[in-house]
């Protein structure tokens, strides 16, 4: 006997529908993650504005004490300014020379510059393309060469430049500048053409090129992003160098800017008034230069970035 009774029926596991959710509310997990969210976005910005005001502070302070004068600075060296002149800066460029001085920085960095990005790229080439021992304990000969800091030459580098009778000139000077920037030269570019597929120089190949004509006209203008780079770091390096030029260049009418704005510092007494005008004059120019240069320093940076 059969009953007339039916199971109801039950939805199979297949054909469920996932719960709707109702519009405008949040999840618990959404609702703890905006209040995070929110305070790490809130620390980044005031992180930021900290490191932003440590940077400025100290450059405002230098622009400040050196448009005041001697007695308003003794009175309240840390105080409102209560008179301004541009007195200090007129003293601080008659007294280093600051026409000529800036002229032998301009010629030295540049000269530096041109001979460090040659040399570094020629010497990265074959490192960076050549896989045997012998290239790669060269490379690592580089590598070792920029832990070397400049003062533990500086005696051997003397005499060595004596000996050649390049001290007190420009040529010596630049030839130590690029000895000392050589191995950060060959780091830059010998990483930056590894990173270039070698499918390019095969093909010039096949079209009969030879290495030298491969490298100018294929690898050179593909390192025009690390150039800039590497430029932007050398220039401030050798820009703002006093040692250098303070040892090798005895002669009042060829040294830096920076070695004549060095030579206000009084081993007793130090005057801000024009110690920190003197200082300033010094940077201008390579100021004023990356000002008129940043958009292709960036732009560089950037395509070395996303090669």
Not at 144 to 172: C, E, H, I, K, Q
Request: aromatic share 10%.
């Amino acid at each position: 006997m059969t009953s007339d009774t039916t199971a109801p029926d039950v939805p199979s596991v297949s054909g469920t529908r996932p719960a709707t959710r109702i519009p405008g509310s949040r999840t618990t997990s959404g609702t703890s993650r905006t209040p995070l969210r929110r305070l790490t976005t809130g620390l980044g910005t005031v992180l930021l504005c900290l490191g932003t005001l440590l940077f400025v502070l100290p450059f405002l302070f230098t622009v400040v004490t050196s448009l005041r004068t001697a007695a308003d600075v003794a009175r309240s060296p840390l105080g409102v300014p209560h008179s301004l002149t541009l007195k200090n800066f007129s003293d601080a460029f008659s007294q280093i020379h600051y026409g000529s001085s800036t002229l032998n920085t301009l010629l030295i960095t540049s000269l530096s510059c041109v001979a460090v990005t040659v040399i570094g790229s020629l010497a990265a080439y074959p490192l960076a393309r050549i896989t045997q021992h012998w290239s790669t304990a060269v490379y690592r000969l580089f590598i070792l060469g920029t832990s070397v800091p400049v003062f533990v030459v500086v005696a051997p580098l003397y005499l060595l430049m004596r000996d050649l009778n390049l001290l007190d000139s420009y040529a010596g000077v630049v030839l130590i500048y690029t000895a000392l920037n050589l191995p950060v030269a060959v780091f830059f570019y010998t990483s930056f053409i590894r990173s270039i597929p070698a499918d390019l120089e095969e093909a010039a190949a096949l079209d009969g090129c030879g290495a030298f004509r491969t490298f100018f006209t294929i690898i050179l203008p593909l390192l025009r992003p690390v150039t800039s780079t590497l430029l932007t770091f050398i220039s401030l390096q050798i820009w703002n160098d006093l040692l250098v030029p303070l040892v090798f260049l005895q002669d009042p009418g060829k040294r830096t800017v920076m070695v004549n704005a060095y030579s206000f510092i009084d081993p007793h007494t130090v005057q801000p008034t024009t110690l920190f005008p003197a200082a300033l004059l010094g940077v201008v120019p390579l100021l004023i230069i990356f000002v008129f240069f940043q958009r292709q320093v960036v732009a560089g940076m950037s395509a070395g970035a996303v090669k």
